[in-house]
């Protein structure tokens, strides 16, 4: 487990619900990576960069359910403007598995 932080320090972060709407290669970046175009409904696309290539399809991605961390600066990204980072857990062998709600949640939901 990491360091203590207080309950205000976590309600700063804003995560909500999307969904993929294009995934493609993305072989500038130094982890092999994808470059996801993702719907938040009424908050809008948003596009960013992240290291699933090892772990999913590029064609599966489409269609599917994401939580995304939206109030970050923009990170750039072997020349691309990562605007969300899209959240995974990292499973002991490295791998990961992108997080998502269970059952579908409406486009835009907070996540709290």
Excluded: H, W
């Amino acid at each position: 487990m990491g360091e203590l932080i207080e309950i205000g320090d976590f309600v700063k972060v804003e995560m909500r619900v999307g969904v993929v709407t294009a995934a493609e290669d993305f072989p500038k970046a130094r982890k092999p990576s994808l470059r996801l175009t993702i719907d938040f409904g009424p908050f809008g696309v948003r596009r960013s960069v992240a290291a699933l290539k090892l772990d999913y399809r590029q064609e599966e991605l489409p269609g599917r359910q994401v939580v995304c961390v939206v109030n970050f600066p923009a990170r750039r990204i072997a020349g691309f403007d990562s605007e969300v980072l899209v959240l995974a857990a990292t499973e002991a062998d490295g791998s990961l598995r992108l997080l998502a709600p269970d059952p579908a949640a409406e486009l835009g939901s907070l996540i709290t």
